[in-house]
């Protein structure tokens, strides 16, 4: 199997942060190997070939057109604002997942 590249898309890669550790640990705690990062919105194009998919923070939604055009044929989504705003982790690498059929 192997292992899955999730990207987070933010205004400037910081605010994704947090969240991104909570999500290592959730998938960390679940066993699953899997790689995820945060990039901010001025470096994301450099990024498109690595991850299986891209998550948009609530902040950045407006991009989802774009990044989606970009990356095709990865999924692209936002993430969950109320997933967002208690930096649920677990939540948000339950959608990651979902959107690549893991």
Known sequence: MFMKKVM???SAGMSTSLLVSKMQKAAAAR???IEIWAVGTAGFKNELAKPDV????????????EVAKLAAP????????????????EGVLNQALKLIGA
Do not use: W
Not at 57 to 65: A, E, L
Not at 74 to 89: A, F, H, L, Q, W
């Open 8 to 10: 987070l898309i933010c």
């Open 31 to 33: 066993g699953i190997e």
């Open 54 to 65: 891209i998550l948009l923070g609530p902040q950045v939604r407006f991009m989802k057109d």
């Open 74 to 89: 990865k999924p692209v989504e936002v993430i969950d604002m109320r997933s967002y705003g208690k930096v649920d982790g």
